[in-house]
């Protein structure tokens, strides 16, 4: 042990003594002030740092072979060292780098959010101020016994009453062609892009042969839609017959009231 000892001093005489007289003056430091920790702090430290110190430079020599100088190995190890503060900073500087990205990405996404909000209010404002210039325009272009014009949800409802299909057949007559033009023109106004053509009956018939008339006089107005203007416009037609009455079919009066034809109008500018 004590020939160990003797080499390890000429091997490594400037990191042993430095680490020697590092740890004589941390326990004479000690000696002097055992119940103030504080004191001794800075001692202990320096210690233990040119303790590592001779054992890397220990270690450097046994890597390299001990003919490596200990200057030379001193010098080694300070180069690790910076590299390996480099390395550290690096490893910091990605982490606070991608730091950053995330709280940019987090940000951009917030204020992605906030954009299709704004449009979204933006668009269902536009969709508000729209559908009433259809409304208006709607009602005052139709008389009351020619039509009713109301809103239904996101959707404009036109409800034709006079139509006045003859009587089991679903050609159109004449007479319903102005008041189709009418449908032409809010549909413009709104900027449609869907309608739903419903077909409705009175109670007078059977169930199947009104079903069966209603579908195809709802789908005689949807031709018409088709093939006067709005061909690129999603449209679809329903006959539901006489299961959806507005008013009793016992009179002659109920019974004009529920054969009508229903126009729903939905606008392409509402956001979902």
């Given at each position: 042990m004590a020939q160990k000892m003797i080499r390890l001093k000429r091997l490594l005489q400037i990191s042993f003594k430095a680490a020697?007289?590092?740890?004589?003056t941390a326990e004479s430091i000690i000696s002097t002030n055992v119940r103030n920790p504080e004191g001794y702090k800075t001692a202990v430290a320096k210690a233990n740092l040119d303790t590592i110190q001779l054992s890397n430079v220990m270690a450097t020599i046994a890597e390299n072979g001990k003919n490596l100088a200990e200057p030379v190995a001193i010098k080694m190890v300070s180069q690790n060292k910076a590299i390996s503060g480099l390395e550290t900073n690096l490893v910091k500087v990605t982490a606070q780098d991608e730091a950053n990205q995330t709280a940019m990405q987090l940000e951009n996404d917030k204020l992605s959010s906030t954009n299709d909000a704004n449009a979204k209010k933006l668009n269902n404002a536009n969709y508000k101020v729209q559908i009433q210039?259809?409304?208006?325009?709607?009602?005052?272009?139709?008389?009351k016994s020619e039509a009713d014009a109301y809103q239904q949800g996101e959707n404009?409802?036109?409800?034709?009453?006079?139509?006045?299909?003859?009587?089991?057949?679903?050609?159109?007559?004449?007479?319903?062609?102005?008041?189709?033009?009418?449908?032409?023109?809010?549909?413009?106004t709104l900027n449609t892009s869907h309608i739903t053509v419903e077909?409705?009956?009175?109670?007078?018939?059977?169930?199947?042969?009104n079903r069966t008339i209603s579908e195809s006089r709802a789908s005689s107005v949807a031709t018409y839609f088709k093939s006067n203007g709005l061909s690129d416009v999603e449209i679809q037609s329903e006959g539901y017959g006489y299961s959806k009455p507005l008013t009793t079919n016992k009179t002659k009066e109920g019974r004009a009231q529920n054969r009508r034809v229903d126009i729903i109008l939905s606008p392409n500018t509402l956001t979902q």
């Open positions: 020697q007289l590092s740890l004589k210039r259809a409304l208006e325009k709607a009602r005052s272009q139709f008389s404009l409802v036109i409800r034709l009453k006079q139509i006045n299909f003859a009587s089991g057949k679903s050609d159109l007559p004449a007479s319903a062609i102005p008041s189709l033009a009418k449908v032409l023109d809010v549909a413009k077909g409705h009956t009175d109670s007078v018939g059977g169930e199947v042969e």
